[in-house]
């Protein structure tokens, strides 16, 4: 037996009388979102679709096509490189690992040849190396490759992917027939989850798909949601990153006040150690992304990373910044001369900064910075320790709330900075 979508008042009773038993809120800056206990820090983890998009081809690609054979790889690796250790707990399934149809009793199930050991034995598999298993559905009639989607099977899926050990599940929002849909489809497969009563991170692409139609709720996302893409997929380019930047700086009013433990803005995922960004690049989607407190999911080969990537990749200190358990996001505070600066407030009186040359044309550009300007006028009132930490970590001693800090910024590059209370 399957569940249909409700609607109506019968729907907006059921889902009524089930929140108070399946959600708490708390107050961040005045918001509310999903309190499961879980991301309260941003998600960190490895997702496979940027790197290894939908290779069905076991045969004349057997290294880089979805398979079982890749998730154990990738966790190993995990385990054994340090990025366990570094924090990256979520090895996360993306879309096409399903068989094109369901079973005999209405499941989900895996590609029996790619996954010969079905998502259970996966599961327990990545649960032995200390690690998270993170899984894809799709909120409407078919995942955006084509595979089964969820309408109509909510409980079910949820079920399945509880009973299988899931950690995580990526809902994704193609072929859904109406933003009523949509929306009632979310806030479901929420509340399903939370039925099963296993601890499942929840990652919503809501605002994605009802942006184009509606102006979504952030409110009501973060009520459902523990994160939740805004703006299009990132791709291995220089370009993608500039346009996922540029659309947060746009909408950044919107959508910064909204973050904090449980429940974050997900501007997609790392494409650092692929083949699109230069080094300079690669400092800057890192820096940014820590700033913004986003979600750490790498897509990339950790078979054959560069050890100039994984270094960046698991560089403690920015990973504190994403990590830092004051939980707000941080936020775009001006251009001058084309030097773009972000900040963002974290615990005990400290603050990130991040001084962007958006310059391609030329060599590295000197920028001097008012210490008074920075962190609201208090972040080095009436004193602070500055560290350099990206691109390269350097001391810059203390410096008085009356003095400058003069920066140096490749092109497409960017510095990021510590601020401590002296």
């Not at 489809?185 to 009563?197: E, I, V």
């Not at 509606?214 to 220089?238: A, E």
């Amino acid at each position: 037996v399957t569940m249909k979508l409700w609607s109506g008042e019968l729907w907006l009773s059921y889902e009524l009388a089930l929140r108070p038993l399946t959600l708490v809120f708390w107050g961040i800056l005045g918001a509310r979102a999903l309190d499961n206990g879980l991301a309260r820090t941003p998600t960190m983890g490895w997702l496979h679709w940027e790197r290894f998009v939908c290779n069905l081809d076991c045969q004349e690609e057997p290294d880089s096509c979805i398979s079982e054979q890749l998730f154990m790889q990738m966790a190993e690796l995990m385990v054994s490189d340090g990025w366990k250790d570094a924090g990256y707990e979520y090895l996360c399934i993306d879309d096409c690992w399903m068989a094109p149809e369901r079973d005999s009793q209405g499941r989900l199930q895996a590609d029996p040849k790619r996954f010969p050991g079905g998502i259970r034995h996966l599961a327990n598999y990545v649960h032995s190396k200390g690690l998270k298993l993170g899984i894809y559905a799709d909120v409407g009639n078919k995942t955006c490759a084509g595979f089964p989607g969820s309408f109509g099977y909510y409980d079910i899926d949820a079920q399945t992917f509880a009973d299988w050990g899931v950690d995580l599940l990526k809902f994704d929002g193609c072929y859904c027939d109406s933003v009523k849909s949509l929306v009632n489809g979310y806030k479901y497969m929420s509340l399903a989850l939370n039925r099963t009563g296993r601890s499942i991170v929840y990652s919503c692409e809501w605002p994605l798909y009802l942006r184009p139609f509606h102006k979504p709720n952030y409110t009501d996302i973060q009520q459902y949601c523990n994160h939740w893409r805004n703006f299009d997929d990132v791709y291995d380019s220089w370009g993608s990153i500039k346009n996922i930047l540029s659309w947060t700086t746009t909408n950044q009013k919107e959508i910064v006040d909204v973050a904090g433990p449980g429940g974050w803005n997900d501007p997609d995922m790392l494409v650092i150690g692929n083949f699109g960004l230069s080094w300079d690049q690669q400092v800057t989607q890192m820096a940014l992304w820590a700033i913004m407190a986003a979600p750490l999911l790498m897509s990339n080969d950790l078979r054959q990373i560069s050890p100039q990537a994984k270094a960046l990749l698991q560089d403690k200190d920015v990973i504190a910044i994403n990590q830092d358990p004051l939980g707000k996001q941080g936020y775009y505070l001006r251009t001058e001369n084309s030097i773009e600066v972000w900040e963002r407030p974290l615990s005990n009186l400290s603050w990130a900064v991040a001084v962007r040359n958006l310059k391609e044309i030329g060599g590295p550009c000197s920028y001097t910075i008012k210490v008074a300007s920075l962190g609201l006028g208090v972040a080095c009132n009436p004193g602070c320790f500055v560290t350099q930490l990206l691109p390269q970590k350097i001391k810059l001693g203390f410096h008085e709330w009356t003095s400058t800090l003069k920066t140096q910024i490749n092109p497409s590059g960017t510095v990021l900075l510590r601020l401590e209370q002296a």
